[in-house]
């Protein structure tokens, strides 16, 4: 049994949401009718040896060689699959709003 703590890790933060809901309507999908599982592909990664991580935990100081945020392993971040595109624009968008924020170069 998952408990509440486990679930609410797998959600999305709230500023990351708008960011997501905004990438899947320009791709013409609703992210509140996707299914959970839908979701989660949509809002995870994955690393080798971590498993399943949130996009906010990825680590894109080099963008061709994204790394695990937890780990530091090299992850295939590539733009392929179903929601590989649009997983790929949500990560470098929250990725440059975080630089934005923190006033990281």
Do not use: N
């Amino acid at each position: 049994m998952v408990s509440c703590e486990e679930r609410s890790a797998y959600a999305p933060e709230e500023p990351a949401r708008s960011t997501i809901e905004a990438v899947c309507a320009e791709q013409g999908l609703s992210f509140s009718a996707m299914a959970p599982v839908q979701k989660f592909f949509l809002t995870h990664y994955r690393c080798s040896f971590c498993k399943m991580l949130p996009l906010g935990r990825l680590d894109l100081a080099h963008p061709t060689k994204a790394r695990c945020g937890k780990c530091g392993q090299l992850v295939t971040f590539s733009g392929a699959g179903k929601y590989g595109k649009m997983r790929k624009k949500i990560a470098l968008t929250m990725w440059a709003s975080k630089r934005e924020k923190y006033g990281v170069s």
